[in-house]
């Protein structure tokens, strides 16, 4: 049951153009920044914005073309069976809990004891079990949002879209519903398509993930390549990491302006064009007037100025006059002790296995 799309659609003056495909149980994290278009791209795989151009297909099922023998095909939202969660709940309001979700198999057919039979154990699954009686005015939003999730999962979609599901969730609330979609990916055997502002979500969640700017994909592959080593600057903001640019030196390194890099992945050759990839956190730091260690001698080791400090749960984030493109996290007990403030000057080493080296 793979949804396969290739189309181009407009929403405003805003045009997105995108081609994409999840396969049965895979669930395709879709990163970017606000605007980019990750909430059209659903919204034109739900049915709920008509394409101009190209197609939609869900198992073999045309859901949208422009071009079908000179007549167009455009499935209804209600007709998809494509499942759509947004960022915000959107509960019928004169409904128990229960009934919000016992909504979908009713209306697929499914008898009311039975509909609420299956309701109930959805809302056991999403931990508000005891609070099906309640209607939504009397629901917290993170509990709205799990009512709504259940919704979702109990009409049984072949496909199912979800936009931010886990923004407005607490910490512990929002582990549960990553583990909830977890499940619906290992064990409904459907394409999931997640849009999410957090990298944690591709991780935890997705073994492909698809980058959109500005209307486009701009990268997509594997998880593990798209946040571990972005392709440009602009990705890795988004995934949190390091990106350097550099030419191929000798001995399988790098020289990225002052700084010889190595790490694991490809060998760069002599001259030929890389990229290096590293978290912050990554990054070990000591007084660049301390005795010098071996590992801070040659490689992935440089020294620089502190000139900002930016707080992080339980520590900061620096950057340097040296190398302000680069970031720097350390935990407080590690800034304490070396007493980091703008002005000091630090030495900087990364371990090689925490490099990712790239030939561009």
Known sequence: MT??????????????????????????????????????????????????????????????????????????????????????????????ALENVAFGPRAQGVSSAAARRDAKGWLDRVGLGDLAPHRPAQLSGGQQQRVALARALAARPDALLLDEPFAALDVETASQARRLVAEQRDSAGIPLVLVTHD???????????AIVHDGRIVQEGP???????????????????????????????????DILWCGIGDAVPTGAAGTVAFAPGSVRIQRADAPASAASVGSNAWEGTVVTLEPLPGGMRLRTVEHPEIAVDCPSTVAVAAGVAPGVRLRFTVHPDDVSVRRA
Request: aromatic share 2%; proline share 6%.
């Open 3 to 96: 949804l396969s799309a290739d189309f181009r659609a407009r929403a405003g003056v805003f045009h997105v153009d995108m081609a994409l495909d999840a396969a049965p149980g895979e669930v395709l994290a879709v990163l970017g920044p606000n605007g980019s278009g990750k909430s059209t791209l659903l919204a034109a795989l739900a049915g709920h914005l008509p394409i101009d151009d190209g197609r939609i297909a869900l198992d073999g099922r045309m859901l949208d073309d422009t071009a079908a023998g000179g007549r167009a095909v455009h499935v209804p939202p209600a007709q998809r069976r494509v499942g759509l969660l947004g960022q915000r709940a959107l509960l019928f309001p004169h409904l128990s």
């Open 199 to 209: 990298p944690l979500d591709a991780v935890v969640l997705a073994a492909r993930t």
């Open 223 to 257: 998880t593990t390549e798209v946040l571990g080593h972005p392709r440009s600057t602009f990705v890795a903001a988004l995934a949190g990491v390091n990106l350097v640019s550099g030419d191929g030196s000798a001995d399988d390194t790098v020289r990225g302006d």
